[in-house]
């Protein structure tokens, strides 16, 4: 009979899964707030309100591997996870302020675009932390994402060569959506980023 050091069931995969639902919380509120503003704009506030709900999570499990011996993936695994499902929720909560501090009148299609991608990444995201343990019910879920993240790059490139061609004389525009653009590109790399260690801890534990 084999035995293992390692626990089956830890805390870990716990507060992992905890953070993979606040980064798909946040990505859903976001997409909310896309698809009824301006009327939806002091949605940021929940985002924020998401966004301190990570921040617990994340030093959560900074502090489980602080106190815990044995770990069942590795530790930089574990952190560097952690750190980019955190990093999902901090890139949308930043894009959202965005829109408060350049007072945006109005959404662009390829934003809400941006926001459509993002949710469904962060939910094939949440799916994949949902069966850590299982490396073989999660590779369809990051090949999703690889596959999102590159879609995400395409729509990047679109938004920023049409707020160019539209507001050519007006740098400050320009300025505005680039950020934009570039922080919910951010959001969706993070996704990327979470996913490409997940096949890692999978190569490791098969």
Not at 64 to 82: K, Q
Request: glycine share 4%; with cysteine; net charge negative.
């Amino acid at each position: 009979m084999a035995f293992s050091l390692v626990p089956k069931n830890t805390k870990f995969d716990s507060l992992l899964v905890q953070g993979g639902d606040i980064a798909a919380q946040t990505a859903s509120a976001m997409q909310k707030m896309l698809g009824g503003y301006p009327a939806t704009r002091g949605m940021t506030a929940d985002i924020k309100s998401l966004e301190h709900q990570g921040d617990r999570v994340m030093r959560s499990i900074v502090a489980e591997l602080t106190s815990t011996f044995v770990t069942p993936y590795d530790r930089e695994d574990i952190y560097e996870l952690a750190k980019h499902v955190d990093d999902v929720i901090d890139s949308t909560d930043e894009a959202a302020s965005m829109f408060d501090i350049y007072q945006v009148e109005a959404v662009t299609g390829c934003v809400k675009g941006q926001a459509d991608i993002l949710v469904a990444a962060t939910e094939e995201l949440a799916s994949a932390l949902r069966h850590i343990s299982e490396p073989a019910r999660m590779e369809h879920h990051w090949t999703n994402i690889h596959k999102l993240e590159d879609a995400g790059d395409e729509l990047l490139r679109t938004g920023i060569k049409e707020v160019f061609a539209a507001c050519y004389e007006e740098p400050a525009i320009i300025i505005c959506w680039k950020d934009i653009y570039t922080q919910m590109e951010e959001a969706i790399d993070s996704c990327e980023r979470a996913a490409s260690i997940l096949e890692q801890i999978a190569v490791k534990n098969s």
